[in-house]
């Protein structure tokens, strides 16, 4: 049963994401979760189904969630991901300089957007 002392935990070493809960003075401990994103991320983009980019944030959010879940029992876990679209299709992070400025030139002028997802999970159940 969650209570207002039920442990709560960020399934992220996002340094963005922690100042915002210790900031609403929430008292979070951190345990990034180890899903492999990029499996994920292929096998949804190979998997034929319409899979939007905003789909694609929520479900990383929510393995990320589940898989942080199942190791802490009686924990609140947030799990949280974003991604960036460009004409539907989802931008990596850039593993090099010349891949970075290929994005940055690709975004230049362009309008593109940041899909955020945030997912509540207690005992494996995604409660939001």
Do not use: F
Not at 27 to 47: K, Y
Not at 85 to 111: F, M, T, V, W, Y
């Amino acid at each position: 049963m969650i209570s207002p002392h039920t442990p709560l935990i960020l399934a992220s070493a996002s340094q963005a994401r922690q100042s915002l809960l210790r900031g609403a003075g929430l008292e979070v401990r951190i345990q990034p979760s180890d899903i492999a994103e990029t499996v994920i991320r292929e096998a949804l983009s190979e998997g034929g189904q319409d899979v939007t980019p905003a789909d694609v944030a929520t479900i990383l959010a929510e393995a990320k969630a589940q898989d942080v879940s199942g190791k802490n029992p009686d924990c609140l876990v947030i799990g949280g991901d974003q991604v960036l679209d460009i004409d539907g299709d989802i931008l990596e992070k850039p593993d090099s300089i010349a891949a970075a400025h290929r994005q940055l030139s690709r975004l230049n002028g362009q309008r593109h957007r940041l899909e955020s997802a945030i997912v509540c999970a207690y005992n494996q159940e995604t409660l939001w």
